[in-house]
T-cell receptor, first 110, second 112 residues
Framework: EDQVTQSPEALRLQEGESSSLNCSYT??????LFWYRQDPGKGPEFLFT???AGEEKEKERLKATLTKKESFLHITAPKPEDSATYLCAVEGGATNKLIFGTGTLLAVQP | DAMVIQNPRYQVTQFGKPVTLSCSQT?????MYWYQQKSSQAPKLLFHYYDKDFNNEADTPDNFQSRRPNTSFCFLDIRSPGLGDTAMYLC???????????FGPGTRLTVL
């Protein structure tokens, strides 16, 4: 069964304390892995798409990497405004639909 | 800026009273999606349109219907909302079936 698991469920960091969020997946024939940021009461905001193992993408303090079984979202020197839920989703398998993880709730304290 | 717009942002309705949620896009994307997201859960796909072709998920209740009168607009109709339909409803679009999906801000629906 196609599945996406994110860890940890919640993460509390001090401002400037770098860390990584994990997204592990089982899907046959990965077509794409997507990272989104979701603020409370808002829709998911697109961050990155990764297509193949070894691919990396960066945006400001965020860097996403992909292996054959998992993806990491690295946050370097986070700021309080990085606080949000980070969702990972994969597209692949027998259907074309996105399979979402349940997200990691990140809180960055000043 | 090209974007996905949802109206209203907040909707309160009575149990059993029909409600319609609206989504419009200026991205000229072929595919439009409706998701339901309950508190602290992942978004759950209800259905999608690829151009005019409607695709319903097997576990989407019959109570939920959708219309796409043109490329830019898509509507979600809930014919007889129940208390369990209280959720955030998200509209998303993508250029093609296997492509990045861009989400609107969502409509927060409360059924009393």
């Amino acid at each position: 069964e196609d599945q996406v698991t994110q860890s940890p469920e919640a993460l509390r960091l001090q401002e400037g304390e770098s860390s990584s969020l994990n997204c592990s997946y089982t899907v046959s024939g990965l077509r794409g892995l997507f990272w989104y940021r979701q603020d409370p009461g808002k829709g998911p905001e697109f961050l990155f798409t990764l297509y193949s193992a070894g691919e990396e993408k960066e945006k400001e303090r965020l860097k996403a990497t992909l292996t054959k079984k998992e993806s990491f979202l690295h946050i370097t020197a986070p700021k309080p405004e990085d606080s949000a839920t980070y969702l990972c989703a994969v597209e692949g398998g027998a259907t074309n639909k996105l399979i979402f993880g349940t997200g990691t709730l990140l809180a960055v304290q000043p | 800026d090209a974007m996905v717009i949802q109206n209203p942002r907040y909707q309160v309705t009575q149990f059993g009273k029909p409600v319609t949620l609206s989504c419009s896009q200026t991205l000229n994307h072929n595919v439009m999606y409706w998701y339901q997201q309950k508190s602290s859960q992942a978004p759950k796909l209800l259905f999608h349109y690829y151009d005019k072709d409607f695709n319903n998920e097997a576990d989407t209740p019959d109570n939920f219907q959708s219309r796409r009168p043109n490329t830019s607009f898509c509507f979600l109709d809930i014919r007889s909302p129940g208390l369990g339909d209280t959720a955030m409803y998200l509209c998303a679009t993508s250029r093609d079936k296997v492509d990045t999906q861009y989400f609107g801000p969502g409509t927060r629906l409360t059924v009393l």
